[in-house]
């Protein structure tokens, strides 16, 4: 037992040094009191009290039992900014400086974690470097490769997996980058936005950018596939990583018809505000020439509209001008009162079947024009509109054609009387004046 005042000062300043020396080797490198090295956060033996002298018990674990992983500590500087926590089962330094970490390494940087086999921090270059099942996570992306690369330019790994953790994305690449902005580029990648694991829809592209701030994705040498077989090979491509509405190019419309032969539509879409937007169609048929579409639509809490109509200019086939024109608006007045206007137009009879696809349209005889407006209370509903109608089908008599409603009236009221919730009263009423064009 110890007694000595002398020999217990000299057995707690040996303790007192044993914490550098699991760090330290002894033919590690000196390191200067301005550099900070890891500081070990566990796996230390804990120091005994004047009054218990140390064990062999105390020395080393029991046998059989796993040894509890290495906690350390280092202070990031330049990109890597703030406390750098990781565990690991060794920790050690090499002769350049390096702290070698390896076996299950977890990582934590604020809202980052990286998890390997084997990481090496190098204070100097303050980056990380990682081997061995590779795992980066952060609130934007979550990557997986055999062996990374992380610094102040951004993370880098090859050979692996992706998912965007905000949008709906994932798949494969064989180098895959981040930079400090989130914007993912991968090479020689496999992308698709349907739920894993199945992928309908897929893009492979040489090179696909991922901007995940402002939810784009461009890629180059792409080719889209559904179900396993290619469908479309495009030079480029631009696409939104979410359902949010985003200015750009829309996916292509091709196909051929007996009327107009082949034709193209390339849509671009304008995200004008939160509360509308537009849609230009411009479109080439091989038989007849260029047709411009466009679609405005508008919501407020007052109206819900869209306009949208096509028009080209000169028709190779006909030699004259062809166009189409729809007005859809429902306009709230206030006091229970709205207008409602719905309104169809074409240059002639048979530009549905030119240009339209399908059976619904070109089988239309009659195009309808009506404005109203309409009353609602608790009793009441009024309404008084006019009606009328664009022949398609020049063939029928004038006999034969729709009637013009101009105006048409209608009234309709229920009510209980006071203190007669059982009885119920009712009034309805319509008065409508038939006209057509070219009859008395």
């Known amino acids: 037992m110890i007694s000595s005042p002398h020999l217990r000062a000299l057995w707690g300043a040996a ?17 200067e009191p301005w550099e900070s090295p890891p500081v070990l956060l566990a796996a230390a033996t804990p120091a005994a009290t004047p009054s218990t002298a140390p064990t062999a018990a105390d020395a080393a674990p029991a046998a059989g039992a796993p040894n509890p992983p290495i906690q350390s500590l280092f202070h990031g500087r330049g990109g890597l900014t703030g406390d750098i926590t990781t565990s690991s089962d060794t920790l ?96 020689r990648v496999t992308y698709s936005s349907c739920p894993p694991p199945r992928a309908d829809w897929l893009i492979r592209a040489r090179e696909l950018t991922l901007d995940t701030a402002a939810g784009r994705g461009v890629g180059h040498d792409a080719t889209v596939a559904f ?8 030079p480029w491509i631009s696409f939104p990583l979410s359902s949010a509405r985003q200015s750009g190019v829309l996916f292509p419309d091709f196909g051929t018809s007996s009327q107009s032969g082949a034709f193209l539509a390339v849509p671009w879409y304008w995200n004008i505000a939160p509360n509308q937007d537009a849609t230009f169609t411009p479109t080439v048929y091989s038989s007849r020439g ?91 509903n009024l309404r008084a509109e006019m009606i009328d109608f664009q022949t398609l089908d020049y063939t029928l008599p004038v006999d034969e054609r729709p009637y013009i409603q101009l105006p048409r009236l209608t009234a309709a009221a229920l009510w209980s009387p006071q203190g007669w919730s059982q009885l119920q009263t009712g009034f309805d009423s319509e008065l409508v004046n038939f006209t057509r064009a070219g009859c008395n």
């Open 15 to 31: 303790l007192c040094c044993a914490l550098p020396l699991v760090v330290q080797a002894a033919d590690g490198p000196c390191i």
């Open 290 to 380: 260029f047709d411009l579409g466009a679609e405005y639509r508008l919501l407020t809490e007052a109206t819900r509209g869209s306009v949208d109509g096509n028009l080209m200019p000169y028709d190779r086939q006909t030699g004259d001008s062809r166009s189409f024109l729809r007005l859809i608006d429902r306009y709230q007045l206030g006091w229970n009162t709205r207008i409602d206007t719905s309104v169809e137009n074409v240059s002639d009879g048979k530009y549905f079947e030119d240009f339209t696809q399908g059976t619904e349209s070109t089988s239309t005889a009659f195009l309808t024009r009506s404005i109203g407006i309409g009353h609602r209370d608790d009793i009441w």
């Open 227 to 234: 179900e396993g077989v290619p469908i479309i090979y495009l």
């Open 92 to 187: 050690s330094l090499a002769p350049d400086g390096k702290t070698i970490l390896a076996g299950h390494v977890d990582v934590h940087m604020g809202d980052k974690e990286i998890h390997a086999d084997e990481l090496t921090y190098d204070r100097n270059g303050n980056n990380l470097e990682a081997s061995g099942a590779v795992r980066y996570r952060d609130p934007v992306v979550l990557l997986q490769g055999d062996s990374g690369h992380y610094s102040e330019a951004g993370a880098h790994f090859s050979h692996g997996q992706f998912q965007l953790l905000q949008q709906s994305g994932h798949g494969s690449a064989e180098q895959m980058s981040m930079t400090p902005d989130k914007v993912i580029t991968l090479q």
